[in-house]
């Protein structure tokens, strides 16, 4: 099975993406596991709040790519250097992969390689060692404007290992070689594969509050991936509301990019917009009502009332069966010869298979969503 059509793009083999995963889990392994202490082992948590957690999701993913709030340059500037220091890559090669990514998986049928029907192993082949080159430049468009022409992040694109390597001295310095294996070598490592990691778990197990109509992807929401990466891991409230900084929208969904969010905006550091758009191509007059960040635990960063007259042409509706149920759902819509079959009969017990008790949430029950920008 190939990866994704040959009109789309193709999918290739990367050695320098191969070689750096792998030089990094070595060293990491090999020397940076038994140099493990209290000391070096705080020293690297503490480099992956700041680069995971304030760099890549609140800096890059939340900050750039969907522009969730604004801030100023300066400060957009530092949260995405410190994304390059988490070894990932360039931000520019991110933020098109992204792009790319969120197009084909908000398309009624996606190609393999951005959907995830097959094994985790054939996925870690697919997006650890080979590299997508799209066919055109369509899916690029989701991105906001002056993103791919910024000369700030074309800097970082172009010198991240330098930054890496810069890091890497300071390191040596403060700690010598044990240092480095564990606070540059491990902890690459362990952001490469954990990143690749949730992207999959959370794309076929756990919970499916939202339903996105005509999308092949949806993502699940994973309470504990979800606290390990900073939010990221409630893929399917990302997926319902890519415009919203919060990812974790239950009081126990506890996503601490949001409150890294919250902070800076109660220091005066970032704005979120009063009324966000709920993602590219929204239909113009669907917006969230206004919202303050004024208590990170309170409900989710938009208010539940929305207006009504909207609710049939939304894409996200919250799912009213069993996280089981709405799986069938969505493989249904995926299989549309499967679900034209169905008889009156099937189809009403389906309608009525969710659990004693369950009920919508409320939150969901009143949200309304646009429509995805459609392909250029």
Known sequence: MSPVPRDIGAVRFDFGKSAWLWSMLLLGVGCGVPALNWKWTAMSLGL????????HSVGLHRGVIHRAYETSPLLRGLLTELFTLTGLG???????????????????????????RHSMLKDAWWNLHLRFEPADARAEARLPAGVLTDRWLGFL???????TLALTAVIFAIGGGDAVAVCVALRIAAGILGHWAIGYVA????????????AAEG???????????????FHNN????????RMGERWFELDLGWYAVWALERLGLVRLPACQPDGPGAVDGERQRPRKASDPTGQPDASTEHNSSSVERSRVRAATTSPQGAWRSHRERLMPQRHETESASQAARRATSSPPGFRTPPSARARTYGRTAAPR
């Open 90 to 116: 360039g931000p520019l090669s991110w933020a098109r992969l992204h792009a790319v990514r969120d197009f084909w998986q908000n398309q009624p049928v996606a190609p393999p390689y951005f959907a995830y």
């Open 48 to 55: 992956t709040v700041l680069t995971l957690c304030l760099g």
């Open 157 to 163: 694109e172009a010198t991240w290992p330098l930054h």
């Open 238 to 245: 990302h997926h319902a509301h890519p415009a919203s900084a």
């Open 203 to 214: 794309h076929r197990w756990g919970e499916r509050r939202y339903v996105i109509d005509g």
């Open 219 to 233: 993502g699940t929401n994973v309470w504990l991936l979800g606290v390990l990466s900073f939010g990221e891991g």
